[in-house]
Nanobody
Framework: QVQLVESGGALVQAGGSLSLSCAASGSIFSFRAMGWYRQAPGKQREMVADITRGGDTNYADFVKGRFTISRDISKNTVYLQMNSLKPEDTAVYFC?????????????WGRGTQVTVSS
């Protein structure tokens, strides 16, 4: 059973930085990609950034230049470095991992970690 455990959420002032971590229960190479999503109150969950098995990264436009996704293969951990935080970045951040089996996507989710950016 896949387990994803996030950590690092906190209250931070606008302009500040935070680093989130997501530890997977198994090898991160077992997934097609891992990434971060976020969900603000009253809004839909949205993709923030992801990193493929091959190491390619993808970012939502609203975080480009501010957030960086990375991984430590030896620790089965994916990170999200968030800089220049804005109040609109306030949300619960979820770690995601997915696989593709026979063209069907299977998603796995962590429980989320709260990020609050004060103005």
């Amino acid at each position: 059973q896949v387990q994803l455990v996030e950590s690092g959420g906190a209250l931070v002032q606008a302009g500040g930085s935070l680093s989130l971590s997501c530890a997977a229960s198994g090898s991160i190479f077992s997934f097609r990609a891992m990434g971060w999503y976020r969900q603000a109150p009253g809004k839909q969950r949205e993709m923030v950034a992801d990193i493929t098995r091959g190491g390619d990264t993808n970012y939502a436009d609203f975080v480009k230049g501010r957030f960086t996704i990375s991984r430590d293969i030896s620790k089965n951990t994916v990170y999200l470095q968030m800089n220049s935080l804005k109040p609109e970045d306030t949300a619960v951040y979820f770690c995601n991992a997915h696989t593709l089996e026979r063209a069907k996507r299977y998603d796995y989710w962590g429980r989320g970690t709260q990020v609050t950016v004060s103005s």
